[in-house]
Every structure is written in C-alpha cells, then in structure tokens.
C-alpha cells in the first residue's frame, strides 16, 4: 500500500531553518504531484508548496522567497526547505501525493503530519 512518512518537524526560533522530508513507498513516485500542505489550530489546511515530476514548482505567496520544494525522484523523497521561519509558520504539515490524468484526478494520498513549531 502507499505510504508518505515525513519526518524533520520540530521546534525552532524565529528566524531559523529546518528541512522536513517526506519519503513515498508502494507508489510510481515519479507519476506524482508532490506537495507540502499545512494546517495550523483553528484554521483550514493550506497548500504550501507543490512540485511536478519534472520539478516545477508552486508557492503560496506567504513562503515565496523562504522555502524551497524539491524532489529526489531516485529516492522517492520530497522535501521542503524552510527558511527564515515565522511564528505564523507554526503548523501541522503534510506531504501529499497527486495523480492526474488529462486533469482528472486519479489517486491521491496524506501523510501523518509532522508538527513545526516556530518561538522562542
């Protein structure tokens, strides 16, 4: 079955770093729109970042500049660098996977979430 684990959340001070990873199994990983979604207490999940197969990628606005999406498709890894961390940042954040065909979804799945805190 498909599985996305994601690990390196955790706590951070503002105006630090850190890379969370997201590793694909039982998937045609390259097939895939990759994304860093998050949801933060009280508010609705938001896209973050996503990449195509071919490593294009999409920002939401409030990350430009900061974060960086990026796929190993070798390793069936995503990743998300972030940088220059807000307490607005503070969230749940989940790799999601998304298959499309002739712009018809076709499958898509969630990770568990892993949890970035951003104070000092």
């Known amino acids: 079955q498909v599985q996305l684990v994601e690990s390196g959340g955790g706590l951070v001070q503002p105006g630090g770093s850190l890379r969370l990873s997201c590793a694909a199994s039982?998937?045609?990983?390259?097939?895939?729109?990759m994304g860093w979604y998050r949801q933060a207490p009280g508010k609705q999940r938001e896209l973050v970042a996503s990449t195509t197969s071919g490593g294009s990628a999409n920002y939401a606005d409030s990350v430009k500049g900061r974060f960086t999406i990026s796929r190993d498709n070798a390793k069936a890894t995503v990743y998300l660098q972030m940088n220059s961390l807000k307490p607005e940042d503070t969230a749940v954040y989940y790799c999601?996977?998304?298959?499309?065909?002739?712009?018809?979804?076709?499958?898509?799945?969630w990770g568990q979430g892993t949890q970035v805190t951003v104070s000092s």
């Open positions: 999601h996977a998304e298959e499309r065909r002739g712009g018809v979804l076709i499958s898509n799945y």
């Open positions: 039982g998937m045609s990983f390259s097939s895939y729109v």
